[in-house]
């Protein structure tokens, strides 16, 4: 019996990124409490690869050790030395406040810990839209970027942040290159059931869009994990749509 054929696709949709980068300025961007390897290698890479410039926030014999310990070069590397990691956030945050960096990068502290420096209104970091976590990934089975939100900071949106959420992913993968992303607007069922919040948030989404309060993107749903990233299970189903199967963005309940 011949073994069955096996293929993984190998999607290069990061490097695509890396390569539009190219001839940009590098982004001024303090890290906040990088004491472990990953989160100081991580920007000395991106420095490298001249993505951006480093400001190292936090104990800075804590990150000079780690330095030495895995042998990383700090030459040149600006680092404002703070006692712990909440001074750090703090710390990073007035910098950011102040227009010194351009962004903020979360090293070796807990989310909640970062945020709790970022999110009040005093730290100067807010906008009129709710703040929303979007993860970028680039999938091998998938035919291109994926983009998963909220799935860090929002535990259980309303239908107003649900709104703001859509449109700050939009937003985002627009500057990714995604000129016109499609949503899906995820719950556990494709249909329209009283009974089940989630569902009828998605409907209301879709008419918000429709009516120009959700911009820049074309917003579907509900619709189930399944038939968002999965053209034959969306036939299946007998859903047709623009989005079924082929979704940018997964907006979860």
């Known amino acids: 019996m011949a ?4 293929s993984i696709r190998h999607n290069d949709a990061f490097a695509q990124l890396l390569r539009r980068c190219e001839g940009l300025p590098a982004v001024s ?4 409490h990088p004491c472990d390897p990953a989160s100081l290698q991580g920007p ?31 030459t040149g590397i600006r680092i404002v030395d703070v006692e712990h990691s ?7 945050v007035a910098l950011a406040r102040d227009g010194e960096v351009g962004a903020l990068m979360k090293g070796s502290l807990h989310t909640d810990e970062l945020l709790s420096a970022v ?8 906008t009129g839209r709710r703040m929303s976590h979007v993860f970028v990934m680039d999938v091998p089975a998938y035919p291109r970027l994926l983009l998963v939100t ?11 942040q649900k709104a703001d959420i859509a449109q700050n992913a939009i937003d985002l993968a627009q500057v990714l290159g995604i000129s016109e992303p499609k949503v899906a607007v995820l719950s556990a069922v494709e ?3 009283p009974h089940l919040q989630s569902t009828l948030d998605a409907a209301a989404l879709c008419k918000m869009a429709d009516r120009g309060q959700i911009r820049g993107g074309i917003l579907d749903g509900p619709l189930a994990f399944d038939n968002a ?19 940018d963005i997964l907006l979860v309940p």
Do not use: F, W, Y
């Not at 420095?47 to 042998?71: F, K, N, T, Y």
């Not at 909440?86 to 990073?92: D, N, V």
């Open 3 to 6: 073994p069955p054929h096996v």
């Open 29 to 32: 961007c303090a890290v906040v």
């Open 44 to 74: 000395l890479e991106a420095a490298r690869r001249g993505l951006i410039v480093p400001v190292l926030v936090g104990p800075q014999a804590r990150i000079q050790r780690v330095a030495d310990e895995h042998e990383l070069d700090l």
């Open 86 to 92: 909440h001074a750090a956030a703090e710390a990073a």
């Open 119 to 126: 999110v009040p209104s005093a730290a100067g970091m807010r």
């Open 150 to 160: 909220d799935a860090a900071v929002n535990i259980a949106p309303d239908l107003a």
């Open 191 to 193: 249909t329209v059931n």
């Open 229 to 247: 990233v999965s053209e034959e299970a969306a036939r299946t189903k007998g859903i047709e749509s623009a989005v079924a199967g082929r979704a």
